[in-house]
C-alpha cells in the first residue's frame, strides 16, 4: 500500500524533473552551434566529451542550467556536450558523521552533554544536487537541531535509560525531515551522555545508600533467620536429655582443638544437674 505523503513526494520530484528538461528556441540552437564545434574539431574534442563515473557514484548532468535527461547517469561511461553541460558527481555510499556534543537542559532542569553518530546515504541524485545547496552540511544540522528538541522533552532518568528508543525515534525523523533531499537515514545512535561534577557526585552518593540499606535489610533478615533456628534449636534440646549432653560433649571438643592456654575440665553433666538442684 503506498503512503500519500510519498506518493505526492514522488509527483512533485518527477513535475521537477520534467520543467527543468525542456528547453527553449535559443537553447537548441546554443546546443547545435556546440555539437557543429564538436563535428569540427573531431577527434581532438572528444576526449573532453566522455566522462566516467565509479560503481558508486552517479552524474547529473545540467545542460544550460537544466537537468539533461531527466535522470542522473551512471556507472561507467556517459557523454557531455561541450561549452553547454557540466555534472555534478553524487556518492551514493553509506556515509557517517559525528554529531557534536551538545549541551542540553533536559525536562527535569539538569545540563547534560550529548553527542550521536548518523549514518545515512542518498538514493536520489537529483533531488540531493537540486532541492538542496549542500546535503550532507544540512543533514548535519538537522541532526544536531533534533537531538536537542527531541532529548529536551526527556527527563535525565529516561536520557539514561531509554537511549535506544530515543535513537529510533531519532531516525524516522530524521528520515522523514530529509525524505525531500533525496537522503535515507539508515541508524542513529547516542553514543555518550556526559553529566555535571555535582550531579555525578549526587548519584553516587545515592547509589552508596541504597547499596548500605539493602546490605542492613539483608543483614537484619540474616538475623532474623539465625534467631528462628536458635529458637528450633533449644526447642528440640529441651525434648531431648540427651541431645544437650551430646551438645556439651560437641563443644569440649571444639575448645580442646584451638590453640589457646585455658585448661578446661570436662565435667560430667549429670553432676552439674545435682549442684544446679541443691543450690535450688
Known amino acids: 500500500m ?36 564538436l563535428m569540427i574539431t573531431f577527434p581532438f574534442t572528444i576526449w573532453f566529451c566522455f566522462k566516467i563515473v565509479k560503481e558508486y557514484e552517479r552524474a547529473v548532468i545540467f545542460r544550460l542550467g537544466r537537468i539533461s535527461s531527466g535522470r542522473a547517469k551512471g556507472p561507467g561511461l556517459f557523454f557531455v556536450l561541450p561549452c553547454t553541460d557540466n555534472f ?17 537542559l533536559t525536562k527535569d532542569s539538569v545540563t547534560i552533554c550529548v553527542d550521536g553518530v548518523v549514518y545515512f546515504r542518498i538514493y536520489n541524485a537529483i533531488n540531493s544536487v537540486a532541492r538542496v545547496t549542500n546535503a550532507y552540511a544540512a543533514a548535519r544540522m538537522l541532526a544536531q537541531t533534533m537531538l536537542r528538541n527531541v532529548l529536551g522533552t526527556k527527563t535525565l532518568a529516561q536520557v539514561l535509560s531509554d537511549r535506544e528508543e530515543i535513537a529510533n525515534y531519532l531516525q524516522s525523523s530524521l528520515d522523514e525531515a530529509s525524505h525531500e533531499w533525496g537522503i535515507k537515514v539508515e541508524r542513529v545512535e547516542l553514543k555518550d551522555v556526559k553529566l555535571p561534577v555535582q550531579m555525578q557526585r549526587a548519584m553516587a552518593a545515592e547509589a552508596e545508600a ?29 525434648e531431648s536429655p540427651a541431645a544437650l549432653q551430646l551438645r556439651y560433649l560437641q563443644t569440649l571438643t571444639t575448645i580442646a582443638t584451638e590453640k589457646n592456654s585455658t ?18
Do not use: Y
Open 2 to 37: 503506498n503512503n500519500p505523503g510519498t506518493q505526492k513526494r514522488g509527483d512533485n520530484s518527477q513535475h521537477l524533473i520534467e520543467t527543468q528538461s525542456g528547453h527553449g528556441v535559443c537553447s537548441w540552437i546554443i546546443i547545435g552551434f556546440s555539437f557543429f564545434f
Open 88 to 104: 555534478v558527481k553524487v556518492d551514493l555510499r553509506t556515509i557517517s558523521f559525528d554529531i557534536p556534543p551538545q549541551e542540553i
Open 210 to 238: 541504597t547499596r548500605e540499606a539493602k546490605a542492613k535489610i539483608i543483614a537484619a533478615e540474616g538475623e532474623m533467620n539465625a534467631s528462628r533456628a536458635l529458637k528450633e534449636a533449644s526447642l528440640v534440646i529441651t
Open 263 to 280: 585448661i578446661v575440665f570436662p565435667l560430667p553433666i549429670d553432676l552439674l544437674q545435682g549442684l544446679m538442684q541443691k543450690s535450688k
